[in-house]
């Protein structure tokens, strides 16, 4: 069925390109949709669906700088060029809901309607006579739309596309690697900030202000999650909400904050004790900071993830914590996690065994936290370069 979507401001190409506001020229993301048909030939997939919706966008944003409001549907086509199809459509218009963002200049919004959205990804498939189709986002993809997908195009065979698309994606352009650096400078400066902002009397709530006013000051579009200020009797359960608890001397903080600029994002901590540690927080701290500088250094191109996790394992036994603090702690000096457009890319512990390759990007946190002690924590991210690693948060790592 052909669908139409009618609103009171057109939102064709020459209405949205007058606000397009790109981080990088469309040559960046036709190169992206060509590499992806590179990998779409190896398998012989036809055209590739590409799945998100606000919690987990990255994928869309990568190759359209979209931010869906609701779901969102890409097609890469073997012959034409994509389509981006969304029900995120607020006071149904098109115009306001971040259609100006993307360079793509096949847009169709729809009502948020399952059998309106499966639709229109069936009339695009249908002519590009698909017969292979790859997805992304698979489990972002409800079921009253595959299931109607699935009923309309019975000659189509489906393959999870997610792991040679998300191989290809998390080898960063030079391009990306400076938004990234960028998302990584206005991110330290939140920290500094955080940090300055430390002293008796002062609460959770207001470091957590001075880190949010700084990143938006230096540019941040928005948060990648919520910054976290978590000290006291509850520093030990690392992820919590800031509290008006005031601080005092002795208390080992723990900070935790990212910015996002352009949907790309950063991810940062610190541990800080305020008025300096005493010897038991130092010998906790000083296993982090131990297992941060053995780790980076033997970060390059070429290594494996299980070589930095194997060397992990063994300076977690020799660390003596996991006896002294049994029951009460997690250690982990080889948690790390890719942080471009999405939190799963690679490397990322759990995911398959990954190759450290130049211009690889991710957050690496080596961690100890505590019941009843708090968290000890050195988290920055980490730029693969030609020869070896580069944080790029630049900060200062010890604060205690």
């Known amino acids: 069925m052909a669908v139409e979507y009618k609103s009171n401001i057109p939102y064709t190409w020459e209405v949205r390109s007058k606000y397009l506001d790109l981080p990088f020229p469309e040559t960046e993301y036709e190169e992206r949709v060509n590499r992806m048909k590179g990998e779409m030939a190896k398998k012989g997939i036809d055209s590739l669906l590409v799945f998100g919706n606000p919690h987990d966008k990255g994928d869309v944003v990568y190759l359209s700088n979209f931010y869906p409001f609701g779901r969102a549907a890409l097609i890469i086509r073997k012959e034409a060029d994509p389509v981006l199809i969304t029900d995120g459509i607020l006071h149904g218009e098109p115009i306001n809901s971040y259609s100006w963002m993307t360079w793509l200049r096949d847009f169709r919004p729809v009502h948020r309607d399952a059998a309106e ?10 002519e590009d006579q698909a017969r292979k189709v790859g997805i992304v986002g698979m489990d972002n993809l409800p079921g009253n ?3 109607r997908l ?3 195009l019975k000659e189509v065979t489906w393959e999870d596309f997610w792991y040679p698309f998300t191989t290809a994606k998390s080898i960063r352009s030079a391009r990306e690697v400076s938004l990234l650096k960028e998302a990584g400078r206005i991110t330290a400066g939140g920290m500094k900030a955080a940090i300055e902002a430390i ?7 207001g470091i957590a202000a001075a880190a949010n006013k700084e990143m938006f000051e230096l540019g941040a579009h928005e948060l990648f999650f919520s910054t976290i200020v978590n000290a006291g009797p509850r520093g030990g359960l690392k992820h919590a909400y800031p509290t008006g608890r005031r601080l005092r001397a002795g208390d080992l903080i723990y900070l935790d904050m990212g910015a996002s600029r352009y949907g790309y994002n950063c991810d940062m901590s610190r541990s800080v004790v305020l008025g300096g540690a005493n010897a038991e927080q130092r010998a906790v701290l000083n296993v982090i900071l131990d297992g941060y500088t053995v780790l980076t250094g033997k970060m390059k191109p070429g290594v494996s993830t299980r070589e930095i996790i194997e060397e992990a394992t063994r300076l977690e036994r020799s660390s003596g914590l996991m006896e002294k603090y049994r029951g009460r702690i997690f250690l982990g000096l080889a948690i790390h996690h ?5 939190f799963a890319e690679f490397p990322t512990l ?4 990954t190759i450290l390759r130049e211009n690889m990007t991710f957050a690496f946190e080596p961690m100890a936290h505590i019941l009843d002690f708090g968290t000890a924590v050195i988290e920055n991210m980490i730029l693969i370069t030609g020869s070896g690693q580069e944080s790029i948060t630049p900060l200062e790592i010890v604060h205690w």
Request: glycine content about 10%; hydrophobic content about 40%.
């Open 145 to 147: 739309i595959w299931d």
């Open 117 to 126: 959205f499966a639709a229109v990804i069936t009339q695009v498939l249908k």
């Open 150 to 152: 699935k009923e309309a």
């Open 338 to 342: 890719a942080v471009g457009t999405s």
């Open 350 to 353: 759990g995911f398959p065994e």
């Open 199 to 205: 002293s008796e009397g002062s609460t959770e709530h």
